[in-house]
């Protein structure tokens, strides 16, 4: 049997489209749905079982057919600052998985995050001996730091283990996220409501308006890459996920208005009080994972727009 934790969530759900895709549905689902719209993500997937996240993890010792974890269950909010708790969410209940998997010799994967890169400084390779000198800008960043940290200097592990550093992900299924959903989500929703795209200006003379660059990844690539370790279960560590490719703000609204077929950008502010948190540039080193011999390409940032408005947003945020 196989755990998923966050399974009703953005990513998680994906992964279980992509579990049942391939032929398996021995899965255990673990979320907290709460009056959040995410419900609708498990609806015609195939699982033996939902828990509650709370229940699931007072009741581990009950099970033994647990095969493989796949641990993507978080708080994502990067605007979250309430340490306590995302100290809860993201470390201690990690830590009790990861404990529970090293114990009873279960592999596990789990979402860590490019936030942890900070500004950059260090740059965003996915050496693990630089791990512990990475700064990240936000609460959300730290909780997820720390337990890449503290997983590192485990002396019991898993058989296998893979911690995943998601950078910019877009795609279906986010669509109950708020204003935690991708920026493509949101550059949709603005044409669908005025016509125009708001991006931010830049505060930096070294970057024009709009050209600020993320690592966008779609997120049925972040399924795939997970299957693929899930499949293999060897050579276990930190790796980043991304495309290894930084695109522009501009770009990913030039791509939104040419597949929604109309609509302009227009430039704003950024709020002073984000100025000094903000990444300009993002861009995963992938040479650790393609080492692997991970052998998938990756959708270019115009295949992924055009999938994802063309054959879900535009039909009613169809569920995948």
């Given at each position: 049997?196989?755990?998923?934790?966050g399974?009703?969530g953005?990513i998680?759900?994906v992964?279980l489209?992509?579990?049942?895709?391939?032929?398996?549905?021995?899965?255990?689902?673990?979320d907290r749905?709460?009056?959040?719209t995410?419900w609708?993500?498990l609806v015609?997937k195939?699982?033996?079982?939902f828990?509650?996240r709370e229940?699931?993890?007072d009741?581990?010792?009950?099970?033994?057919n647990?095969?493989?974890?796949?641990?993507?269950g978080?708080c994502?909010?990067?605007?979250e600052f309430?340490l306590n708790?995302?100290?809860?969410?993201?470390?201690?209940y990690?830590k009790?998985?990861f404990?529970?998997a090293?114990l009873?010799k279960?592999?596990i994967i789990y979402?860590?995050?490019?936030?942890?890169?900070?500004?950059?400084e260090?740059?965003?390779?996915?050496?693990?001996?630089?791990?512990?000198?990475l700064?990240?800008?936000?609460?959300?960043?730290f909780?997820?730091?720390?337990?890449?940290i503290?997983v590192l200097?485990?002396?019991?592990k898993?058989?296998f283990?893979?911690?995943?550093?998601f950078?910019?992900?877009?795609?279906p299924?986010e669509?109950h996220?708020?204003r935690m959903?991708?920026?493509?989500f949101h550059a949709?929703?603005q044409l669908k409501?005025?016509?125009?795209?708001?991006?931010f200006?830049?505060?930096r003379?070294n970057?024009k308006?709009?050209?600020?660059k993320?690592?966008f990844?779609y997120?049925?690539?972040?399924?795939k890459?997970i299957?693929?370790l899930?499949?293999?279960?060897?050579n276990?560590?930190?790796?980043?996920?991304?495309?290894g490719k930084a695109r522009?703000?501009?770009?990913?609204a030039?791509?939104v208005?040419?597949?929604?077929?109309k609509?302009?950008?227009?430039?704003?502010?950024?709020?002073?009080?984000?100025?000094?948190?903000?990444q300009?540039?993002t861009?995963?080193?992938?040479?650790?994972?393609f080492?692997?011999?991970?052998?998938?390409k990756?959708y270019?940032?115009?295949?992924?727009i055009?999938?994802y408005?063309?054959n879900?947003?535009?039909?009613n945020y169809?569920i995948?």
């Amino acid at each position: 049997m196989i755990v998923l934790t966050g399974a009703a969530g953005f990513i998680g759900s994906v992964i279980l489209r992509h579990l049942n895709n391939n032929g398996i549905s021995d899965i255990m689902c673990i979320d907290r749905l709460g009056e959040k719209t995410k419900w609708k993500n498990l609806v015609g997937k195939k699982f033996i079982d939902f828990i509650d996240r709370e229940k699931f993890i007072d009741s581990l010792d009950n099970f033994n057919n647990i095969d493989f974890i796949i641990h993507m269950g978080a708080c994502t909010d990067t605007t979250e600052f309430n340490l306590n708790y995302l100290m809860k969410v993201n470390y201690e209940y990690s830590k009790k998985l990861f404990q529970y998997a090293s114990l009873n010799k279960i592999p596990i994967i789990y979402a860590s995050s490019a936030a942890t890169y900070g500004n950059g400084e260090h740059g965003y390779n996915d050496d693990e001996s630089t791990i512990p000198e990475l700064r990240p800008l936000n609460p959300y960043g730290f909780s997820k730091q720390l337990f890449d940290i503290w997983v590192l200097k485990q002396t019991e592990k898993p058989p296998f283990w893979a911690g995943l550093k998601f950078f910019n992900v877009y795609g279906p299924n986010e669509y109950h996220k708020g204003r935690m959903a991708s920026v493509i989500f949101h550059a949709f929703n603005q044409l669908k409501e005025t016509g125009v795209i708001k991006l931010f200006k830049s505060h930096r003379k070294n970057y024009k308006h709009g050209e600020q660059k993320r690592d966008f990844i779609y997120v049925k690539d972040i399924a795939k890459v997970i299957y693929y370790l899930f499949s293999k279960s060897k050579n276990s560590g930190i790796y980043n996920l991304g495309t290894g490719k930084a695109r522009s703000f501009n770009d990913l609204a030039n791509n939104v208005i040419k597949n929604y077929g109309k609509g302009k950008i227009h430039y704003i502010d950024m709020p002073e009080d984000i100025r000094d948190k903000y990444q300009y540039f993002t861009e995963a080193n992938m040479e650790k994972l393609f080492n692997l011999g991970y052998p998938e390409k990756f959708y270019s940032l115009e295949e992924g727009i055009q999938d994802y408005v063309t054959n879900f947003l535009m039909k009613n945020y169809k569920i995948y």
